[in-house]
């Protein structure tokens, strides 16, 4: 039998090997020209065994990336301990491009006495994968175009509420550049501090127990704050990033509503004045009542009949329901700013029922109050509410121009508050239930629509929600629903 060596066995080992690898294999001289090739690099390129071996390197080589491997084919060839990775685009013998990884070691021959080095070159055709990879990045740069064409400011944030991208409409507002936003966090950047000067943890903060629960959330009245120290007025949701149904972080959309406050504030003030003016005939009957008394009284005071005491007492309950009318009035005109409070809904509902018991009586309206309990305390600016409460009520009395019954019914739930309004006027027709609330539609002849959408407003604002049901003369009912402490 004939025997190989172990010579002979490695040769043919390596020579397989090297024909038959699944990628392009070359053996090329230290001036480099190809020595060597295999049948797969020659499929590559496109040119036969003979035709390539006649070839260099450079031949082959884009013009612009011949210089990236000049520096190996020199005198004083490079110390190659492992391997060099050079990217770079050949052409094809058709004249296409194509781009392939280069990956050079270097390997020492010896012949007889003499020893010579070559590199032997790994080559890769990497074209699909740089195609794609230019696909990717065309879509980053137009996902980042449609991202800096969109007004609000918005963060994408990771699990652990790192910034991973942006749009410039966030880095205007809160002064943060691409060196100062790089998985950095969100919270610790423009969401630390509240507006009362506490600082917010991340316990207690909305963004995080959005990220951490994976769910969407819509808060409408928040702060953040700036690069510079400064801080505004914001409204923002927060929605869940999802890779392959698996979900890997957040993306916040904010926007400054410092001007919309602004606004909102002013048509209260205007609103409010609206009010005081609409009221202050039934106002100035209500108090007409008490002074024709207290004048008769001071009468019989002066001509010394019956029992002074008797008058006094008389005298100092009608001062007194002169007072709160007056106080009352004064209080729903006051442009105060907006304060949050720990306060009992069902005196701040029996201080709108007083203030307008005069237009009732005069509209020949009654008031039923239904409380479930007498002390339900919710977080609210008392003012505002008074507000909302004599909008609503108001619109109940002009909605029974013959007069009629008014419903005013609180029970309390496990987390909220239910506030109806109930009334017997004219109702609203169906197919405007949708637009109640918007700015400048009313039912009302004369009407703007502007209370409604205040009042509807200031509701949102203390995290409460208002529905309105009503048939045509049956009646209408305003729903609010507001947490309780």
């Known amino acids: 039998m004939f025997k190989l060596s172990n010579s002979q066995v490695e040769q043919a080992l390596y020579q397989n090997a090297f024909e038959y690898a699944s990628n392009g ?3 090329v001289t230290l001036d480099g020209k190809f020595y060597l090739v295999n049948s797969t690099l020659c499929t590559i390129l496109g040119y036969s065994k003979p035709e390539l071996q006649q070839l260099s390197l450079s031949k082959i080589s884009h013009l612009e990336d011949i210089s990236k491997t000049n520096y190996l084919f020199t005198e004083q060839p490079p110390n190659i301990e492992d391997k060099i990775i050079i990217d770079q685009r050949f052409i094809h013998k058709n004249g296409k491009e194509l781009w392939v990884a280069l990956h050079f070691s270097l390997l020492k021959i010896t012949e007889g006495s003499k020893q010579t080095s070559h590199y032997l070159v790994d080559i890769y055709d990497i074209s699909k994968q740089i195609e794609k990879e230019k696909e990717i990045k065309k879509l980053n740069q137009i996902h980042q175009l449609i991202l800096d064409s969109i007004s609000d400011g918005i963060y994408g944030i990771d699990l652990d509420a790192n910034v991973i991208f942006w749009n410039k409409a966030a880095e205007e507002m809160v002064g943060y550049g691409e060196n100062d936003l790089s998985n950095q966090n969100l919270h610790d950047l423009i969401h630390h501090t509240n507006k009362h000067g506490n600082k917010v943890s ?8 959005a990220l951490k629960d994976g769910e969407s959330i819509h808060i409408t009245d928040d702060l953040f704050w700036r690069k510079d120290g400064t ?3 914001v409204e923002y949701t927060t929605n869940p990033i999802l890779e392959n149904s698996d979900y890997i972080g957040s993306v916040i959309t904010f926007r400054d509503i410092t001007e919309v406050k ?4 002013i048509l209260q003030k205007s609103e409010k004045l609206s009010l005081v003016g609409q009221m202050a005939a039934g106002i100035a009957h209500e108090i007409r009542n008490p002074l024709t008394s207290l004048k008769g009284f001071l009468q019989l005071i ?3 009949e019956s029992d002074k005491q008797l008058y006094y007492k008389i005298m100092n309950e009608e001062f007194n329901r002169i007072e709160l009318i007056l106080n009352e009035l004064l209080l729903l005109a006051k442009p105060n700013a907006t304060t949050l409070c720990e306060k009992n809904i069902v005196g701040v509902l029996d201080q709108v029922v007083a203030i307008l018991q005069p237009q009732c009586n005069i509209q020949n309206v009654q008031i039923n109050c ?3 309990t007498e002390e339900i305390l919710v977080y609210c600016d008392d003012n505002q509410l008074k507000q909302v409460f004599i909008n609503l009520i108001k619109n109940s009395i002009d909605a029974m121009p013959t007069g009629g019954e008014i419903s005013l019914e609180v029970e309390s739930e496990s987390e909220q508050v239910t506030i109806r309004v109930k009334d017997q006027g004219v109702g609203i027709p169906e197919e405007k239930l949708t637009s109640i609330g918007r700015p400048f539609f009313s039912t009302k002849e004369n009407g703007t629509g502007l209370g ?3 009042s509807f407003g200031i509701i949102e604002n203390h995290n409460g929600k208002v529905t309105v049901t009503s048939k045509e ?4 009912t305003f729903t609010i629903t507001l947490p309780l402490l």
């Open 25 to 27: 294999k070359a053996i």
């Open 202 to 209: 991340v316990a207690s903060c909305p963004v995080f127990k």
């Open 231 to 233: 801080s505004f007025d």
């Open 262 to 265: 602004k606004t909102k504030e």
């Open 302 to 304: 002066q001509s010394g």
């Open 370 to 372: 239904i409380y479930q």
């Open 452 to 454: 409604l959408m205040i």
């Open 473 to 476: 003369n049956q009646g209408t």
